[in-house]
């Protein structure tokens, strides 16, 4: 094709096939035969016998042989209509050919020469070559299928596929036994004899270490390679998400914003584990800590999502593995680059040498392209598989954080026995549906603090929130319109022995500033302040010292 690219040099193809039979069928209609002719000049020199090996040869014949004519025979293995073989060849299935070796297989002989065992293989390839060629496009092979005279009585057509299965299960057997006979004789090579295996391929448990070993050099790698970039791998963003909330539209540099795409993070969950492997501490429950965190391209620092310290592990269970998150700490945008970086560990005994390592893994975010935005980021290894729950918001965001969520005084708590409190957007206006299973940003449950209990104040009843941070798409009503649609929903859940109890409310999102909100909630009044924001660009972070 003209690439430029060295090959091998190789014969041309000896012929252009222009019609076949009809795959799978053994009957080849006389309109359907193939038909032959020379691919060119040069290919027809090819083909003459000084241009080709005897294995060109030898495969020539036995495809195209060459036919007298008035030798015809009924083919009794029903393979077409009628197959074409010559005296000649009947002749040679009984006799030798110039060259053959004959095996007296009825005398002793304590000797096998090497030309037997090549003629045994010249044998054993030329029936591989016939069943390639003449059987596997005719598979499968029953009594229906035969279409010649003999054939068409299943009566008489059945033995013969009966015969066929015993020789098939005759020579699989027979070719069992020889290699077992023939292996005290095996030729070893010096490198088969030098090899010994390593120890994580006897031991799948040290394939395990080893595996770990290897993971941890390359994110090891990586982190050094971000300590020039950043100063230090484990500095964290120090970009506000309310940096242009006392701004007034007008007031705020459009260069120093983005309205392109980010992502909104749901959940992160410990998928599995690898149990058989019975590796240190890997059993359910699982005492986890360590540091879940994006890093973007606003300022290259780490934009934590989870981060906990040994002393406060989170011990999650088979049944509900996933991990309270307390980030983004600010919007995260998905222009390149963009990776995650998941570090999670495993709390043993009271030293901190009884740990053990459950993931290091970074991921480049690829775009995640999907027709509503969902995507589950996948993170493994040889111990665990774990999942990352997101969504890509498409129309201009701006982020919303929540500074209060509480109760009004005068009223009575509902949380008495804990609660959530949670978000999520309503689906877009073209139909498209997310997953399944409702999907929202939890900002607090009490399943997830001490003791079960929700965190609240006694004197100003609010709420002490584990995240506050979500994105926000502005879409106006309609086409023609500046009005912004509510595309926030809060939803308050008070838990009782009876059932949850639930309230929501409406929010339309702003560019700047702050807005306040309220709802009933069992007889409660519930009160919540919302900062507004839109999401600093790049480019702000390199004018800005941060």
């Not at 390679?225 to 950043?230: N, T, Y």
């Not at 729950?389 to 209060?404: C, E, H, I, N």
């Given at each position: 094709?003209?690439?430029?690219?060295?090959?091998?040099?190789?014969?041309?193809?000896?012929?252009?096939?222009?019609?076949?039979?009809?795959?799978?069928?053994?009957?080849?209609?006389?309109?359907?035969?193939?038909?032959?002719?020379?691919?060119?000049?040069?290919?027809?020199?090819?083909?003459?016998?000084?241009?080709?090996?005897?294995?060109?040869?030898?495969?020539?014949?036995?495809?195209?042989?060459?036919?007298?004519?008035?030798?015809?025979?009924?083919?009794?293995?029903?393979?077409?209509?009628?197959?074409?073989?010559?005296?000649?060849?009947?002749?040679?299935?009984?006799?030798?050919?110039?060259?053959?070796?004959?095996?007296?297989?009825?005398?002793?002989?304590?000797?096998?020469?090497?030309?037997?065992?090549?003629?045994?293989?010249?044998?054993?390839?030329?029936?591989?070559?016939?069943?390639?060629?003449?059987?596997?496009?005719?598979?499968?092979?029953?009594?229906?299928?035969?279409?010649?005279?003999?054939?068409?009585?299943?009566?008489?057509?059945?033995?013969?596929?009966?015969?066929?299965?015993?020789?098939?299960?005759?020579?699989?057997?027979?070719?069992?036994?020889?290699?077992?006979?023939?292996?005290?004789?095996?030729?070893?090579?010096?490198?088969?004899?030098?090899?010994?295996?390593?120890?994580?391929?006897?031991?799948?448990?040290?394939?395990?270490?080893?595996?770990?070993?290897?993971?941890?050099?390359?994110?090891?790698?990586?982190?050094?390679?971000?300590?020039?970039?950043?100063?230090?791998?484990?500095?964290?963003?120090?970009?506000?998400?309310?940096?242009?909330?006392?701004?007034?539209?007008?007031?705020?540099?459009?260069?120093?914003?983005?309205?392109?795409?980010?992502?909104?993070?749901?959940?992160?969950?410990?998928?599995?584990?690898?149990?058989?492997?019975?590796?240190?501490?890997?059993?359910?429950?699982?005492?986890?800590?360590?540091?879940?965190?994006?890093?973007?391209?606003?300022?290259?620092?780490?934009?934590?999502?989870?981060?906990r310290l040994r002393d406060n592990f989170?011990?999650?269970?088979?049944?509900?593995?996933?991990?309270?998150?307390?980030?983004?700490?600010?919007?995260?945008?998905?222009?390149?680059?963009?990776?995650?970086?998941?570090?999670?560990?495993?709390?043993?005994?009271?030293?901190?040498?009884?740990?053990?390592?459950?993931?290091?893994?970074?991921?480049?975010?690829?775009?995640?392209?999907?027709?509503?935005?969902?995507?589950?980021?996948?993170?493994?290894?040889?111990?665990?598989?774990?999942?990352?729950?997101?969504?890509?918001?498409?129309?201009?965001?701006?982020?919303?954080?929540?500074?209060?969520?509480?109760?009004?005084?005068?009223?009575?708590?509902?949380?008495?026995?804990?609660?959530?409190?949670?978000?999520?957007?309503?689906?877009?206006?073209?139909?498209?549906?997310?997953?399944?299973?409702?999907?929202?940003?939890?900002?607090?449950?009490?399943?997830?603090?001490?003791?079960?209990?929700?965190?609240?104040?006694?004197?100003?009843?609010?709420?002490?929130?584990?995240?506050?941070?979500?994105?926000?798409?502005?879409?106006?009503?309609?086409?023609?319109?500046?009005?912004?649609?509510?595309?926030?929903?809060?939803?308050?859940?008070?838990?009782?022995?009876?059932?949850?109890?639930?309230?929501?409310?409406?929010?339309?999102?702003q560019y700047c500033g702050i807005s306040?909100?309220?709802?009933?909630?069992?007889?409660?009044?519930?009160?919540?302040?919302?900062?507004?924001?839109?999401?600093?660009?790049?480019?702000?972070?390199?004018?800005?010292?941060?």
């Open positions: 094709d003209g690439g430029g690219e060295d090959v091998m040099e190789a014969r041309p193809p000896l012929v252009k096939i222009h019609k076949l039979g009809a795959p799978g069928t053994s009957s080849i209609r006389p309109e359907d035969q193939i038909e032959v002719m020379p691919a060119s000049d040069y290919e027809m020199n090819s083909m003459r016998p000084e241009h080709l090996g005897n294995d060109d040869m030898d495969f020539i014949n036995l495809m195209h042989p060459v036919i007298p004519c008035g030798e015809v025979q009924k083919d009794e293995m029903g393979l077409g209509k009628h197959s074409i073989i010559s005296e000649q060849q009947i002749e040679n299935k009984t006799t030798l050919g110039e060259g053959e070796v004959e095996m007296d297989l009825g005398k002793s002989n304590s000797i096998i020469s090497e030309q037997e065992i090549k003629e045994l293989c010249k044998q054993m390839n030329s029936m591989v070559v016939f069943m390639n060629f003449r059987i596997v496009p005719s598979a499968p092979l029953c009594s229906s299928s035969s279409s010649s005279k003999e054939m068409k009585d299943e009566d008489k057509a059945q033995p013969v596929i009966d015969g066929i299965l015993k020789e098939l299960a005759d020579l699989q057997g027979s070719m069992s036994k020889l290699k077992s006979q023939l292996k005290p004789f095996w030729h070893t090579y010096p490198y088969e004899e030098d090899y010994v295996a390593p120890e994580e391929e006897k031991d799948p448990k040290e394939k395990a270490r080893k595996q770990m070993e290897d993971d941890q050099e390359v994110y090891d790698s990586y982190l050094q390679g971000l300590g020039s970039k950043v100063g230090h791998f484990g500095y964290a963003t120090l970009v506000s998400p309310m940096h242009f909330t006392h701004y007034t539209p007008r007031q705020i540099p459009s260069d120093y914003t983005t309205r392109g795409i980010t992502l909104q993070i749901f959940s992160f969950k410990i998928a599995k584990i690898s149990l058989d492997l019975e590796w240190p501490l890997l059993q359910w429950p699982l005492k986890v800590y360590g540091v879940i965190a994006a890093r973007d391209s606003v300022d290259r620092k780490r934009n934590v999502l989870f981060h989170q011990e999650i269970t088979e049944k509900d593995s996933f991990l309270c998150l307390t980030g983004p700490s600010r919007a995260i945008s998905a222009e390149s680059p963009l990776e995650f970086e998941v570090e999670l560990k495993l709390k043993g005994g009271e030293a901190k040498s009884e740990d053990s390592v459950l993931i290091n893994r970074k991921g480049h975010y690829n775009g995640y392209d999907t027709h509503n935005g969902f995507y589950t980021v996948t993170f493994d290894n040889c111990l665990c598989t774990t999942e990352l729950s997101l969504q890509k918001l498409y129309s201009g965001a701006v982020q919303a954080t929540f500074l209060r969520v509480g109760i009004v005084k005068g009223s009575q708590s509902p949380f008495s026995y804990g609660g959530r409190v949670a978000c999520s957007s309503p689906p877009q206006k073209d139909g498209s549906e997310g997953p399944a299973t409702p999907t929202q940003v939890v900002l607090l449950d009490s399943r997830y603090c001490a003791g079960g209990k929700m965190p609240i104040g006694e004197e100003d009843g609010y709420l002490d929130l584990s995240r506050h941070v979500v994105s926000v798409e502005l879409r106006t009503v309609s086409e023609d319109s500046e009005e912004l649609e509510e595309t926030l929903k809060v939803v308050i859940e008070a838990y009782s022995p009876v059932g949850p109890v639930q309230a929501s409310v409406m929010v339309r999102p306040k909100h309220k709802c009933d909630l069992d007889g409660s009044k519930v009160k919540i302040t919302i900062a507004w924001s839109p999401i600093i660009s790049s480019a702000f972070t390199k004018k800005a010292i941060l």
